[in-house]
């Protein structure tokens, strides 16, 4: 029963990078349609991440005291509404120029608000269905999901641009985004004991292979959980690991077409290769993870993602700067497990509040990244602004030693000191 709801998590994850990549693809043609620039179709991109980044904690505390199956479902009619508004709102209910301009960062902003509810609510349910040694292979599953999203949209997309237009892109993802919310809220429970179908086996194994401390009940405040030093860190690099990932996920289709001239259809394809590595190495990376430690998947991870990029930003052949591209990703990817799974062992019961911190870092750097990106771009050109990445990387993965990721004790209460 618990990898069923795990596997309603991996198709929320697939889900919501649907709904996230897609204006990614469909920028081609809204751009020209809407007189949107490249520069604001970067501002539309940091709108969601920055929606995103700021309702990482709200929704994680709220996950933490009010169980993940309602709140999550919550979360989902946001995505249903902003989604479908996208498609028909912008050159519609509103002119085009400006006016979409500025629809489009609202909408934009919305979506990431709600879609901020998943990967915090994800954790804490993965806390309450997991053993402590399933926790980082059933969240890179999750991530791996992620990576199928990602891995479809380009193709999906691109070929729904060309036969239907861009509107249609944005309906068909609401009809996905609605399919899951249902069935989610219709079969998931906050706990695998309210669940009627789960047997007492795998309760107890359940309950067994949890550590002592992730029963506890104390409450942490975010202020508590981010003096943590161990928590601290992990977000340091999360911020650098998602400022390298986001430039990807908003921008590597443009760069194949604009920059190494692929066609509309070949660019979407194409853009498809990281994450079809990813779903091969990120699960990899969470099973390595549980039993090699998080530290080496991590670093590991890191270090073929930098190299991989340096690489890639200046080769001449383009399908070679494909294939290193598409391992820098999946690697980067990769460290997702570790990256999770740290964080849910060392918040215990704060896991929705610790991941909601952790994420909204992650999620900051992708701001940065997406709002800087086509400035980078337009003044130093593509292989600079895609290879100071793998600067980035270096200095994530040299953070690891320094977090303590196989500690037995939890942060603190409020009251408490944060260690």
């Known amino acids: 029963m618990r990898y069923r709801i795990a596997a309603l998590l991996a198709f929320f994850s697939l889900t919501a990078y649907v709904l996230r990549m897609n204006i990614s693809v469909a920028a081609k043609f809204m751009m020209p349609d809407l007189g949107i620039t490249e520069i604001q179709m970067g501002q539309v991109f940091s709108a969601f991440m920055l929606g995103y980044a700021i309702f990482q904690v709200p929704w994680g505390l709220l996950g933490d005291r009010s169980g993940p199956r309602r709140v999550l479902a919550t979360a989902t009619l946001l995505w249903i509404v902003t989604t479908a508004l996208t498609g028909f709102a912008p050159g519609r209910l509103v002119p085009a120029g400006i006016a979409s301009f500025v629809c489009l960062l609202i909408l934009r902003f919305l979506l990431g608000a709600g879609q901020a509810a998943l990967y915090p609510l994800a954790a804490r349910a993965i806390g309450n269905w997991m053993s402590g040694s399933e926790r980082a292979f059933s969240y890179s599953i ?237 003044h130093f050109g593509w292989p600079l602004a895609l290879g100071s990445g793998s600067a980035l990387a270096i200095v994530g993965g040299l953070l690891w030693p320094m977090i303590r990721v196989d500690r037995d004790d939890v942060v603190e209460s409020s009251e408490g000191d944060a260690s």
């Open 142 to 378: 999750i991530i791996a999901a992620a990576a199928a999203g990602s891995a479809f949209t380009g193709p999906l997309v691109a070929w729904t641009m060309v036969s239907l237009g861009w509107r249609a892109a944005f309906y068909l993802c609401t009809i996905l985004a609605a399919a899951i919310g249902a069935a989610w809220y219709t079969y998931a429970t906050d706990r695998p004991e309210n669940h009627p179908r789960i047997g007492e086996a795998e309760l107890k194994f359940i309950q067994a292979g949890k550590p002592p401390a992730a029963s506890r009940t104390d409450t942490a405040s975010w202020w508590t959980l981010l003096r943590d030093r161990n928590i601290a860190l992990i977000c340091a690099s999360y911020f650098l690991s998602s400022y390298v990932l986001f430039t990807f996920i908003f921008w590597f289709y443009l760069y194949l077409v604009d920059e190494r001239k692929f066609s509309v259809l070949s660019g979407g394809f194409f853009t498809s290769m990281p994450y079809i590595l990813a779903l091969a190495l990120v699960p990899a990376g969470g099973y390595l993870s549980d039993r090699l430690g998080r530290r080496f998947v991590a670093m590991g991870g890191f270090g073929v993602a930098a190299a991989a990029l340096f690489f890639g930003t200046r080769a001449e052949n383009p399908y070679f700067a494909i294939a290193a591209l598409s391992v820098s990703v999946a690697f980067l990817m990769s460290t997702e497990g570790p990256f999770w799974s740290s964080t849910i062992h060392i918040a215990g019961p704060h896991a929705g509040a610790a991941g909601g911190i952790m994420n909204m870092a992650g999620n900051l750097g992708g701001v940065a990244s997406t709002a800087l990106f086509p400035v980078l771009v337009k």
